[in-house]
């Protein structure tokens, strides 16, 4: 049986669908079977998908582009846990009754924060409503400048607030926008850079916390 994995937080621009693209470039090149969803309407995650069907070409894709079905999501996902390895669902930015029924949906979710002070406060009202509805989540620092101080503060008040937090974290690299912009995830580029040894590092702490 598949997993379903929502990366959400309510603050925009924290990294939803970065960080969904280049899991699920990851994944995929890893021989895993792997689905995205775009459930924000700002359509980020279809822009991206479009430009790698161009890329690549719509059959070299290497990743399944499920559409979004808000008003039947639970059994949605509950099928499509039977055809896929993961399913990886990239939230709207917001607290409404579509985000509360993607957290339902999901068997973990993942909240990308960027370590910085409003964004962190900007993130406790999205940690509340995970909490409340007793859902796994872990948090994942991205855009982490090399300002290691600021980032260790921000993990203590995260700790603080009862929140887990991945021990692998993404750091801020223009590639990541570089790559979206061409449909393609850092992983596509190089195995071997450092960017792509955080995401890989990143996508084995997922698995291991998925099992
Ligand atoms: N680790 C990173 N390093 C550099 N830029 C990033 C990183 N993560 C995201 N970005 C950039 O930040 C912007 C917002 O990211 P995005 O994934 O669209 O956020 P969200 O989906 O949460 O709104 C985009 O322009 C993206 O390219
Ligand atoms: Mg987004």
Known sequence: MGKIISLSNQKGGSGKTTISVNLAVLWSNSGYKVAIIDADNQKSLTYWYKARENYYGSEDTGIYNEQYDSSNLY???????????????????????????????????????QPSPVDLLA?????????????KSTIILNRVLPR????????????????????????????????????????DISVNSRVSKEIINLGNEIIRKLE
């Open 123 to 135: 993130t406790l009202p999205f940690l509340n409503l995970v909490n409340k509805e007793k859902k």
């Open 148 to 187: 290691a101080k600021l980032t260790e503060a921000m993990k203590l008040r995260l700790r603080y607030a009862g929140a887990n937090i991945a021990r692998n974290k993404i750091s801020s690299k223009i590639i990541f926008a570089e790559t979206f912009n061409v449909g393609r995830g850092v992983i």
């Open 75 to 113: 059994e949605q996902t509950r099928e499509l846990k039977k055809k896929y390895d993961f399913v990886i669902i990239d939230s709207p930015p917001s607290i409404t009754i579509e985000s509360i029924n993607i957290a339902r949906s999901s068997n973990y979710i993942f909240i990308p924060v």
